[in-house]
Nanobody, 121 residues
Framework: QVQLVESGGGLVQPGGSLRLSCAAS????????MGWYRQAPGKQRELVAA???????NYADSVKGRFTISRDSAKNTFYLQMNNLKPEDTAVYYC???????????????WGQGTQVTVSS
């Protein structure tokens, strides 16, 4: 089965930056729409940023101007650049993507395993 493997989380001070990566674990035909979600303790998972296959982006109001989602199609990888991090950004971050594994197949949604981002002095 195709897996999405996340990396880049960690502990950072307020005002710092991190870049999260999400990569498909095997050969696929294409990654279509994709996004980053986060879930803090006791809260529901929320959409942080999304990018369509055509490059259109959308961000949660709380991260606009600070976070940027991007993709590298040649590497089957997409990213979340997080700048000016705040303590309220602390959460487990999950990547999600609609993947077409082979041409002619129907696309399916896949989730990464989650990576912890902690923003603290």
């Amino acid at each position: 089965q195709v897996q999405l493997v996340e990396s880049g989380g960690g502990l950072v001070q307020p005002g710092g930056s991190l870049r999260l990566s999400c990569a498909a674990s095997k050969s696929i035909f294409s990654i279509n729409a994709m996004g980053w979600y986060r879930q803090a303790p006791g809260k529901q998972r929320e959409l942080v940023a999304a990018i369509s296959s055509g490059g259109s982006t959308n961000y949660a109001d709380s991260v606009k101007g600070r976070f940027t989602i991007s993709r590298d199609s040649a590497k089957n990888t997409f990213y979340l650049q997080m700048n000016n991090l705040k303590p309220e950004d602390t959460a487990v971050y999950y990547c999600n993507a609609q993947i077409l594994v082979r041409l002619g197949w129907s696309p399916n949604d896949y989730w990464g395993q989650g990576t912890q981002v902690t923003v603290s002095s």
